[in-house]
């Protein structure tokens, strides 16, 4: 496999305080990639780029940066069934304010890291800071699960992280992929912030199992 070098970017699907379209548009003029890859699984990415589905942050902006510079765009995305990707997510979002309801340390660090995510930006996102109150918030989460004992809401729990899981995976394989067919000297990988720790920690092993080698930088903001 040739080397490539690939810079991750966590990001926010919608606008939020600092965490523009604007503000990512800069971030990715800047890097000026060859290939930018999406959290986006293919099925859906033609509707996307054609106006039938809505954007999100990410696609809205990298649509406004292939006006100006016409590049390379891959969806690495796993293809997940639309009713099961909905009830999940929508799922999830029944837990977290569960979460929120019965824990006040779960509340205020949840809060916190939503406030400077809205004060500082995409910096924020991509730094140890943001990561060490995510941290936080996955051991009190298995601390309220075993707390509440609820066997509906311990299944509903692994399968969420279970779809997370297949998602990793399925992206960090689809970039390696496309890098062993095709030239890529300097890619962008654009990617949900709530999936960016577990990324970086899956990459050396997948490395190390496949035989495979890119040169990633997770500290941009960090130069």
């Not at 930006?121 to 996955?138: A, E, Q």
């Not at 075993?146 to 960090?172: A, G, P, S």
């Amino acid at each position: 496999m040739q080397r490539c070098s690939i810079t991750l970017i966590a990001t926010r699907h919608k606008e939020n305080g600092k965490c523009t379209t604007n503000a990512l548009f800069q971030i990715i003029k800047q890097i000026a990639p060859d290939v930018i890859f999406e959290e986006v699984p293919p099925s859906k990415s033609d509707a996307l780029y054609s106006g039938l589905l809505q954007d999100s942050l990410e696609t809205h902006t990298i649509k406004r940066y292939l006006e100006k510079q016409p590049t390379s765009h891959v969806p690495v995305d796993a293809d997940i069934d639309e009713i099961t990707d909905t009830f999940t997510k929508s799922d999830y979002n029944v837990m977290v304010n569960i979460f929120r309801r019965h824990s006040s340390e779960y509340r205020n660090v949840y809060n916190q890291r939503q406030l400077f995510a809205d004060e500082k930006g995409f910096p924020y996102l991509n730094s140890n800071d943001w990561t060490l109150l995510s941290k936080r918030l996955d051991v009190l989460e298995e601390q309220l699960i075993k707390r509440f004992d609820n066997d509906k809401l311990t299944q509903r729990y692994k399968e969420w992280l279970n779809v997370l899981d297949i998602r990793d995976n399925e992206m960090i394989s689809n970039i390696y992929k496309y890098v062993n067919a095709n030239k890529c000297e300097n890619g962008l990988f654009l990617v949900g912030v709530e999936h960016r720790r577990q990324i970086i920690d899956k990459i050396p092993e997948f490395e190390k199992k496949h035989h495979s080698k890119l040169d990633w930088n997770f500290d941009y903001f960090n130069r």
